[in-house]
Nanobody, 125 residues
Framework: DVQLVESGGGLVQPGGSLRLSCAASVYPYRNYCMGWFRQAPGEERERVAAIDSDSITTVYADSVKGRFTISKDNAKDTLYLQMDSLKPEDTAMYFC???????????????????WGQGTQVTVS
């Protein structure tokens, strides 16, 4: 059974940093593309960043480009999101998603991801 468990969220002041983690129990993890998405109350799920299975391609939403960095550790079956220069508008529940086969051009499409975690809350205030 596929499980994704996010952690690392919390309350941070504007301009601060957080590092989110997503521990995955998918096999083989190295074959999965991974993504981060977020959802604020009353809003639709929004793309944040994604990475292909071999960590060759990374893509970011314009709103986080230059501030967030996604990375994938295939040895630890873990996905990360380093978030710097946080803004109040980054406040949301952050979810990680996993998918086996995704074209690079579709990495930021939420409907490509078949497996999701429960989320971790990030509050910037």
């Amino acid at each position: 059974d596929v499980q994704l468990v996010e952690s690392g969220g919390g309350l941070v002041q504007p301009g601060g940093s957080l590092r989110l983690s997503c521990a995955a129990s998918v096999y083989p993890y190295r074959n999965y593309c991974m993504g981060w998405f977020r959802q604020a109350p009353g809003e639709e799920r929004e793309r944040v960043a994604a990475i292909d299975s071999d960590s060759i391609t990374t893509v970011y939403a314009d709103s986080v480009k230059g501030r967030f960095t996604i990375s994938k550790d295939n040895a630890k079956d873990t996905l990360y999101l380093q978030m710097d220069s946080l803004k109040p508008e980054d406040t949301a529940m952050y979810f990680c998603g996993a998918a086996r086969l995704v074209y690079s051009r579709n990495l930021l499409l939420a409907n490509e991801y078949k497996h999701w975690g429960q989320g971790t809350q990030v509050t910037v205030s």
